[in-house]
């Protein structure tokens, strides 16, 4: 077994071609890549200063940040829900009725106070009615102002759903709807015993009463279907009722 081992100060192998010559190093070439590469040195050297200078400097007034990635890209974020109101988001927005309750819904009020009753069907195939909806918000307006309010749709359920659980063919009794904020802070002042902040004023309670069927019985049913605040007038006989969060007064 032979083993060739080349040295730079060995002769040549006579079996092997002479290699071509090299061509002499191009010393000005590469003194032109070093200037070059010097020079973008000392550039970058003296920019930095200045680099951080300019980030330390404050944001002109009136100037836009950049666009959002998704924005860029054409998809753009989802608006926020339309307040109400009372500056919150609309309950009562035209959408499918929550799921497990019946597909269509009939209510008949009687506003005590005006004289009007309405029967109308304000829900078909698991939709609510908007013009049903409509005259529904109608009756129940302020009677002080006039002032009408979307009233939550969940108030019209509730309210249907105690007049189907007392099975009972008389209408309901509409003593008070909404409440305009001028008019709650009115009543506030003759009686303190009214919220500052009453659901009156946010189209999701209602006083009602039935002809027939006493304050305790109403209440009771009221509070049983546990969807809200319940609170028994009995001198004045009414029971308010609300879709705020469940409690009993």
Sequence with gaps: MRIAVCSCESSPDPDVADP??????????????GLLLGGAALLATAAA??????????????AKPAAPF????????????????????????LRPAPTGGPA?????????????????TYM??????????????????DRRTDAVAAIDPA???????????????QPLQLISGYRAPETNARMR?????????????????????????SVATLRQVAVAMGRGGV??????????????????W
């Design 189 to 213: 002042q003759r009686d303190r015993a009214v919220a500052r902040k009453s659901y009156h004023t946010r189209g999701m309670a209602a006083d009602i009463a039935v002809p027939g069927c």
């Design 104 to 120: 269509q819904r009939t209510l008949t009020l009687d506003n005590i106070n005006t004289g009007e009753r309405l029967t109308v």
């Design 20 to 33: 071509a010559p090299r061509a002499p190093a191009d010393r000005t070439g590469a003194s032109r890549r």
């Design 49 to 62: 200063p200045l680099a951080g200078a300019a980030a330390a400097m404050p944001v002109p007034p009136g």
């Design 70 to 93: 998704l924005y860029r890209l054409g998809r753009k974020p989802t608006p926020p829900a339309r307040p109400g109101p009372d500056g919150a988001a609309t309950p009562a927005a």
């Design 231 to 248: 609170g028994d007038y009995p001198r004045s006989g009414f029971v308010h009722v609300d879709v705020g969060p469940p409690r009993t």
């Design 155 to 169: 108030l019209f359920d509730l309210l249907c759903d105690i007049r189907m659980r007392l099975e009972t063919a």
């Design 124 to 141: 078909e195939n698991g939709r609510y009615l908007p013009d049903a909806l409509a005259a529904l918000n109608h009756l129940m307006r």
